[in-house]
């Protein structure tokens, strides 16, 4: 505690003589005789990023601090006439952080790569729709999601909008039923499970509980100033800013136009949504639990192209593994060094790529990929098979120099026998 | 009786003689060609010999082996064949789903086939999904050969 | 005179060979209804310079670091001409090898070969088989797979019971306080040149011992010929005895090389140094006996009980008086028979009991 007052001193003390009008502000506001609540300016220097960039006080609320200092006077340095611009109403937040965020030149000077059109972008957003147009406070506003006196950069791993601290920034709104009711979209009422289905996605998994900032956050489908759900036909956009081989060999698919003539949310009709989960190969086919017999009955063709390329995709795996179940026999048993198991990667490759082919629908492009894939898993069975029976090769060698030893040893078990009989064993008394 | 004996003896002596020197063959040539080293360099895990001097133009790439997995090395785009400088090697697992990655001459790229992910010559990510760059290696030239090292240059 | 003779004259006139050649001439072994057990000793010694050239020839190419190892091993095996003939030849032979000194050694107890003057060659005798099982230990890390990497993780383990300097002896083992790619280095340097180096001047003294004493014949044999029911027989060395010898060897070789090749001694999978040892790893089989022993009494009290036995067991021939006048000795043939008896039933429990 101690440290950190003379810390904050030490800091103050700095910053008063670097910037000496913006001194006086602080020097009231870390009172408890002139203030109640004393924390704003410690939140501020712990760390903000605006503070960290030499911005003060005055530079959002205005006024002015020096005289007002000078003088004794809070009404002198809070004078509205001076520019004083006091906290602002939910209603006004946006527009009063945009004053700078939007100014081109200004932000420059700070952030060059920060883009400056936040608040237009807010405007098209769900969220920024209901505040300009109903004046509706419930809905988030900059500081809902920054902070207020203690904004820190997205890439700071304590801030609200880290990547994977956004879930839990959302979930404060969008996690509660209470705050959420009424809120429909679509007609409906917004469901506000999202934050728990996406917490046991293949997603949610990766942000929430590995640490792993690659797989997407709330924003990454939903945008962030911008927020809105993705449409029924850009949420292969969405998913396909990782996805892209899956997206374009969606787009490229038969099930496109059907999709959207249905309706269907694209991926999202087969994968999920918020609850994605890994997909597997039992997605595929015609048996119990894939998806392609929701549609597709016996005697269809898409019928007929589910269960061909469930059935090559199946002779790929079946492949693989016995290839790489003899490479591997091989190697412990010590006939063959690795290099079977080596080429066997290539027929692996064939196996990812084949689970993006998949998305093309389309068993021809399947079957190219699987059976390249199994011929190349064959090739590595009978080379690992071979050195197996290698032993067969070194049977004849073993033969031949069994033949001799066999030869030698007769001879000299006759050679033996001829010894033995010219030799009296029995020891004569001297 | 005795000089019966005497040929059998001696015939006895020959036959062993030709067996015993039919078996120090059948042993010897084991051994011999066992201590002649084979061609394939021996087994290493922290460098191995990736390419001959001259095997790669300018512009193109090659899979290698290297101990268990695939490297990649790549003769960079007006480089000079005979001096390492000219080369770059990395692990030809791609860091997305490990497929093998290999050389894209039309785009100068390393290229992973199965979801699409690009790679500068750095071995770092310029597109697509793997989440982090390609491992670098050790590129050294010893007489006509290329030698890739995992250690740290 | 022929070069045959000219050969002959210049070595005789350095080594003396007509003294040799006399000495070998008169040189004979004792030859009676059990003598079939003399070969014995002469097979170890023809399966240990079996072990010195194959184990030569896997130096050319084996890399005794964790990282290479195995792979090295892998090579010779797969790349190296005949390389897994060498390396199978080397892993069958050494196990051979390692059965026949005890064969070896219960025949001599159970003949009471040990009695005097013969103290010292059955002492020398059995701390050649001491080091053998050193071999034995050693050399099956080498080829670092998980088996043997886990073999040596509970073997080694035993050091840590010994007073004293037991913490200080495992390290001392394992070349850290965990088997790593240290204790590979070490086993390395302990199998090719530290235990070599012991092995060939206890074997050399066990030799000079056996010749200047000659064969022992067995009290039994010796009461027949002292009451006249038999004759003494000797078996002159050469050429008798030694062709009979070298037929074993070729016969044994025949059967070295044939195992090799039928079944090449497997290679495993690589070591792997952060997988948990499963519950059922066993030592190599010279040890299971006293492994398993080890499962049924306390581990301190097993491990004394065991290195007190070692030492009473090199120590015998002088307990055993009786054998020492000469007279049969039936409580130490029970003994002998009993050790026998019970070494095999537990090894056999040890590979065949279920759930072990």
Redesign the interface.
């Known amino acids: 505690m101690r440290m950190k007052l003379i810390l904050l001193i030490f800091v103050v003390a700095g910053f008063t003589t670097a910037r000496a009008k913006s001194s006086s502000c602080v020097d009231c506001h870390l009172s408890s005789d002139w203030v109640s609540d004393t924390t704003i300016v410690s939140d501020y220097m712990s760390g903000d990023i605006h503070f960290k960039m030499g911005l003060s006080c005055d530079d959002c609320h205005g006024g002015d601090p020096k005289r007002g200092f000078e003088e004794g006077d809070p009404d002198l340095a809070m004078d509205p006439l001076k520019g004083y611009k006091a906290p602002p109403s939910r209603t006004a937040t946006p527009d009063f952080c945009d004053r700078c965020h939007s100014d081109i030149e200004y932000m420059k000077r700070y952030n060059p790569r920060l883009p400056t059109d936040q608040l237009k972008l807010y405007k098209t957003s769900v969220h920024g729709k209901q505040l300009y147009r109903t004046r509706d406070t419930k809905v988030a506003v900059c500081t809902d999601c920054h902070g207020v006196h203690n904004i820190l950069p997205s890439s700071d791993s304590r801030s609200m909008i880290y990547h994977n601290n956004v879930p839990e920034t959302c979930r404060k709104c969008h996690g509660s039923p209470q705050y959420m009711r009424g809120y429909k979209y679509n007609g409906r009422q917004i469901p506000t499970d999202q934050y728990e289905e996406y917490s046991k996605s293949v997603h949610g998994i990766m942000v929430l509980e590995e640490g792993?900032n690659?797989a997407p956050s709330c924003n990454n489908c939903h945008g962030n100033h911008g927020a809105t759900p993705p449409n029924l036909i850009s949420v292969s956009a969405a998913c396909g800013e990782?996805?892209?081989?899956n997206r374009d060999f969606f787009n490229a698919s038969v099930h496109k136009e059907v999709w959207e003539d249905l309706g269907y949310p694209e991926c999202e009709q087969c994968h999920g949504n918020h609850l994605i989960q890994p997909a597997t190969e039992g997605l595929l086919g015609v048996d119990e639990g894939a998806l392609c017999i929701q549609c597709h009955d016996e005697g269809d063709d898409g019928y007929a192209a589910a269960s061909i390329m469930k059935a090559q995709i199946d002779s790929l795996k079946h492949a693989l593994e016995s290839a790489e179940k003899v490479a591997k026999e091989a190697e412990e048993k010590g006939v063959e060094g690795?290099?079977a198991?080596?080429d066997l990667?290539?027929a692996?490759?064939n196996l990812?790529?084949v689970r993006?082919v998949i998305h093309t629908f389309d068993p021809e492009q399947v079957s190219e990929i699987t059976s390249s894939g199994i011929k190349v898993a064959h090739e590595v069975e009978e080379i690992a098979e071979l050195a197996l029976g290698d032993i067969k090769i070194r049977q004849i060698g073993l033969a031949?120099?069994l033949l001799?030893?066999l030869?030698?040893a007769l001879?000299?078990w006759?050679?033996i026998k001829?010894v033995d009989s010219k030799t009296d064993f029995v020891v004569r008394d001297k | 009786m005795a000089d019966e004996k005497i040929p059998?003896?001696e015939a006895?002596n020959y036959?062993?003689g030709a067996?015993?020197g039919?078996?120090g063959i059948?042993t010897l040539y084991?051994?011999v060609?066992?201590?002649?080293?084979?061609k394939?360099s021996?087994?290493?895990?922290?460098s191995v010999s990736a390419a001959k001097v001259g095997e790669l133009k300018p512009n193109q790439g090659k899979i290698f082996?290297f101990?268990?997995?695939?490297g990649i090395l790549v003769l960079k785009p007006g480089g000079d064949p005979a001096s390492a400088l000219g080369y770059v090697a990395f692990t030809a697992v791609c860091t997305h789903?490990?497929?093998?990655v290999q050389y894209r001459d039309d785009l100068k790229e390393i290229w992973c086939?199965?979801?699409?992910g690009h790679f500068d010559l750095n071995g770092k990510v310029m597109s697509?999904?793997p989440?982090t760059p390609l491992q670098e290696y050790r590129v050294a030239i010893k007489g006509d050969e290329i030698f890739v090292s995992s250690e740290e240059a | 005179m022929d070069l045959k003779e000219r050969l002959y004259n210049w070595w005789n006139e350095r080594v003396d060979l007509d003294n040799l050649l006399a000495f070998l001439n008169h040189k004979t072994v004792p030859h009676h209804r059990h003598s079939i057990w003399y070969y014995v000793g002469g097979m170890c010694l023809y399966l240990f310079i079996v072990q010195v050239i194959t184990g030569i020839?896997l130096l050319?190419?084996y890399?005794p670091t964790a990282?290479?190892a195995y792979?090295?091993v892998?090579?010779i095996m797969t790349?190296?001409?005949?390389?897994w003939?060498?390396r199978s030849i080397h892993s069958y032979a050494a196990n051979i090898f390692i059965g026949l000194i005890f064969v070896h050694m219960f025949s001599v107890f159970l003949m009471k070969a040990y009695r005097k003057p013969r103290e010292l060659t059955w002492i020398t005798g059995v701390v050649l088989l001491l080091l053998a099982m050193g071999f034995g230990f050693s050399g099956y890390l080498l080829p670092w797979n998980q088996l043997a990497y886990l073999a040596t993780n509970v073997g080694t383990n035993f050091a840590i019971m010994t007073p004293v300097i037991g913490d200080w002896l495992l390290v001392f083992l394992r070349g850290g306080t965990e088997v790593t790619g240290a204790t590979l280095t070490r086993f390395f340097g302990f199998h090719v040149a530290v235990l070599p180096g012991i092995f060939t001047s206890v074997l050399g003294l066990h030799l000079l011992f056996v010749q200047r004493l000659g064969m022992s014949v067995p009290i039994s044999i010796e009461k027949e010929i002292s009451d006249g029911k038999a004759q003494r027989e000797e078996m002159p060395f050469v050429p008798n005895f030694l062709y009979r010898d070298i037929l074993g060897w070729?016969l044994a070789l025949g059967l070295i090389v044939l195992l090799s090749s039928m079944f090449p001694w497997e290679l495993g999978e690589k070591a792997d140094i952060l997988t948990p040892a499963p519950p059922h790893v066993k030592p190599e089989w010279f040890f299971v006996f006293m492994y398993q022993t080890l499962k049924y009494v306390p581990k301190t009290i097993g491990v004394f009980g065991f290195a007190i036995g070692g030492a009473v067991w090199i120590l015998l021939p002088f307990f055993d008086r009786k054998s020492n006048r000469g007279e049969p000795n039936k409580l130490y043939t029970v003994i002998g028979v009993f050790v026998v008896i019970y070494m095999v039933a537990l090894t056999l429990i040890g590979y065949l009991a279920p759930g072990e």
């Open positions: 792993d690659s990782c996805h892209a081989y690795g290099q198991r080596f990667g290539a692996k490759d990812t790529r993006s031949i120099s001799v030893i030869y030698v001879i000299l006759r050679k001829q | 059998r003896r006895l036959l062993l067996g015993v039919a078996l059948a084991p051994v060609t066992y201590i002649i080293p084979p394939a021996g087994a290493g895990t922290s082996k101990g268990n997995s695939p789903l490990n497929c093998t086939a199965c979801h699409n697509g999904p989440p | 020839l050319l190419y890399k990282e290479a792979e090295s892998q090579y790349d190296v001409p005949f390389g003939l060498v070729t």
